[in-house]
């Protein structure tokens, strides 16, 4: 695997790879939480991984640093975070505890960002016995972010100025976030004056890392006629905030 994994995966979400020679009854890799924090005041938490299939599973367990570089994810390794067990196999209707540890102290005044990736491994076949080669088997991976808060009681926030870049063939909403803490950016999309609604990115659409910008394409052709507004719900709250343009 390369040192540097970039276009991070989305929070949360397994991504299917399509292996050959699958069973049927399959086993079935879960993961919880979908994000983990990590306190200043602690040195490490934990996911549990489960089995609910009916056979056994291999998993390995990775921890990387997160940040962004040009409006993308970017992940490198790390000595940072140690992960506890890296490998495991869990039996049908097991499930195990991975601890996410941190190493050193927490960072001094600005949240820090990992992911951690849980990939399902393909169990090998017993020697003399012939491969399976009918059906396909989903094996899966897990991204899930880290977050470690600073030291002390300090709260942590996004500050997120916004603004319009590209061509007018080819425009980008860029969003920079000047606070200590994460944006988790949902529901994005532009709100026309008369009130009519365009959707930019539906649901979760990504992060905004703390001292970081990350951009969104804008449809082709979309109005942005005088008194319009961009809109997205920030963090899971509840009621969306107006993202006002830098000028």
Not at 11 to 30: E, H, N
Not at 67 to 83: C, R, Y
Not at 104 to 125: F, K, T
Request: glycine content about 10%; hydrophobic content about 45%; charged content about 20%.
């Amino acid at each position: 695997m390369s040192p540097l994994l970039r276009n991070g995966w989305r929070t949360g979400c397994a991504v299917a790879l399509l292996l050959a020679s699958a069973v049927a009854g399959a086993a079935s890799l879960q993961v919880t939480p979908t994000t983990v924090v990590v306190p200043a005041d602690r040195s490490a938490d934990g996911l549990v991984l489960s089995n609910n299939g009916q056979a056994p599973l291999h998993a390995q367990v990775r921890v990387f640093r997160w940040t962004q570089a040009n409006g993308e994810d970017v992940l490198e390794p790390t000595t940072e975070l140690a992960i506890s067990p890296p490998m495991l196999e869990l039996p049908p209707g097991g499930e195990q505890l991975v601890r996410v540890i941190r190493l050193g102290p927490p960072p001094a005044d600005v949240e820090a960002s990992y992911r951690v990736i849980v990939d399902e491994l393909p169990l090998e076949q017993p020697d003399g016995q012939e491969p399976q080669a009918k059906g396909l088997r989903f094996v899966l991976r897990y991204s899930i972010p880290v977050f470690v808060a600073p030291q002390g009681r300090q709260a942590t926030a996004p500050v997120l100025h916004a603004r319009l870049a590209g061509s007018p063939e080819a425009r980008f909403l860029e969003l920079e976030n000047l606070g200590n803490g994460r944006a988790q950016i949902s529901d994005l999309a532009h709100v026309a004056a008369d009130g009519g609604r365009q959707v930019i990115a539906a649901g979760l659409s990504g992060y905004v890392l703390p001292g970081r910008n990350r951009r969104w394409a804008l449809p082709a052709g979309m109005g942005m006629g005088s008194g319009g507004t961009f809109q997205a719900r920030i963090n899971g709250e509840a009621v969306e905030r107006t993202l006002v343009l830098d000028r």
